[in-house]
């Protein structure tokens, strides 16, 4: 008897689990005797057909409501989502998909990652979310440019022209950036930025750090345990490309904080700018009577490099990135502080916003802020240097 009773309550289960599986699907015909004998709620089963029976309107119609296709009468609109509101309706979207063996073509539009650690762990996060993805149809098609504009330009051409489902992009140059995004709405596909949002007002999502208050940021850890004068070297190392939207956004979130707390009165500032291939031109008088630097990317390695070399010490330096250049002079205490913006997360979950966008068809926020991250030598394990 135990036995008998134990068997039905696995076969209960295992039914129910089977049965949730299917009762979303349009088509699916579950039997009363089903319904009655395992006391299972009709809101669990509730199909096309009855709630077209429950509505007294077709099939036809509930599908056009549900999928907002076609013109519905109003009347007809209210009673079929009443009854799918009191008995929560929700399509099986996943198993339809794999029914149709359907397949979601994502575009990524990214800078060419040899040898750049960041880009490259981007790619490593968006082929992590696109192995996990495959399953449901997800397939990705790269476009890689090189960081000048001429081939930026080149590979707008062929993105453009590219027919996919959804986009996932790295707006490093701005103007021409916004430029594209104009021209590519009318695709009337969703798109999602990583690493630089170059405006909030496009429509279109965003994953990445907010690179107004990372900066902010950077300006509390340059104004900690301060209290005699200060003179603060903001040093930027820059391609051509960096004259854009979060490169700009860091350095005013820094001013910004310094300007909020008008009690910092024995802060001075100074700017300097060199090009990442005249990093020669660093001399032993840029840094005199320097006592913080602030590097806005991922270059502080090389003032740390250059400090080292000419034993000038004391100066505190706050910079971006765990690159492994980055970590080595952390762990040596010349690099106090790095702001993580972890760039594998940021390429996985620009992924995973399409996956919901276009599989499940789901509303997601249209701006996923990563965590600001403070990396020091004392939460950071020793990187191996090369």
Known sequence: ?????????????????????????????????????????????????????????????????????????????????????????????????????????????????????????????????????????????????????????????KVID?????????????????????????????VVMIDSNISEENGHAYVGQDAFQSGYLAGRLISFAVKNERQVLIFKIAREIESTSVYLQRIDGFYSYFKDHDELTNFKFSEITIKDSGIDQLCVEMFKGINSIFVPNSRAYIV????????????????????NENIEYLNKGIIDFLINQRPEEQGYMGINYLYKKLVLQEETEQTNYIPLEIILKENYSPAKVR
């Open 162 to 190: 590219f027919d996919c489902d959804g986009l996932l992009f790295a707006p490093i140059f701005y103007e021409d950036s916004v430029r594209f995004l104009k021209e590519y709405e009318k695709k009337n596909i969703p």
């Open 304 to 323: 740390a490099r250059f400090l080292e070399k000419n034993n000038i010490n004391g100066i505190r330096i706050i910079g971006f990135d765990l690159l």
């Open 1 to 157: 008897m135990y036995f008998c009773v134990y068997a039905h309550g696995i076969l209960q289960m295992y039914i129910k689990s089977y049965v949730k599986q299917l009762i979303f699907d349009e088509n699916n015909n579950i039997f009363t005797w089903v319904i009655n004998f395992f006391n299972l709620k009709i809101s669990d089963i509730i199909t096309i057909k009855e709630i077209a029976a429950l509505a007294n309107v077709s099939p036809g119609t509930v599908d056009r409501i549900i999928h907002n296709r076609g013109q519905v009468a109003q009347e007809n609109v209210d009673k079929v989502n009443a009854i799918i509101e009191e008995y929560g309706y929700k399509r099986n979207i996943l198993a339809s998909n794999l029914a149709l063996n359907k397949k979601f073509r994502i575009a990524v539009f990214l800078p060419k990652y040899e040898n750049l650690e960041y880009w490259k762990s981007q790619i490593s996060g968006v082929e992590k979310a696109a192995a996990e993805f495959a399953k449901f149809g997800i397939v990705l098609d790269y476009f890689f440019y090189d960081f000048n504009k001429e081939s930026f330009q080149k590979q707008i051409e």
